[in-house]
Nanobody, 124 residues
């Protein structure tokens, strides 16, 4: 079992930046592919970025390329998402997720463990 807790969300003005964190516990963090997703009411969970266990390979949704950076610190069991140039449409609940599968995982159903999320609100 992997327990994930997100933090770092909040209210930010358009054009601003936020750094989300995800703390992991329970299993060896580096054994898991990690991803960031977001969700707004009435919509499916949207993939943003993923990173493999060693942190050597990253993958971004086209809509997020150039504005977000995913990273991880396996020594600290932490996952991060740096978000820049935020827009009001980035307002959502943001989740981190872990998967024991290999490959590029851009679908929510491929992830076994989820955090409870952190709210990001971008004001215009």
């Amino acid at each position: 079992q992997v327990h994930l807790v997100e933090s770092g969300g909040g209210l930010v003005q358009a054009g601003g930046s936020l750094r989300l964190s995800c703390a992991s516990s329970g299993q060896t963090f580096s054994n898991y592919y990690m991803g960031w997703f977001r969700q707004t009411p009435g919509k499916e969970r949207e993939f943003l970025a993923g990173i493999n266990g060693r942190g050597l390979s990253t993958y971004y949704a086209d809509a997020m390329k150039g504005r977000v950076t995913i990273s991880r610190d396996n020594a600290k069991d932490r996952l991060y998402l740096q978000m820049n140039s935020l827009k009001p449409e980035d307002t959502a609940y943001y989740y981190c997720a872990a998967s024991s599968l290999l490959g590029i995982l851009a679908t929510a159903s491929l992830y076994e463990f989820w955090g409870q999320g952190t709210q990001v609100t971008v004001s215009s």
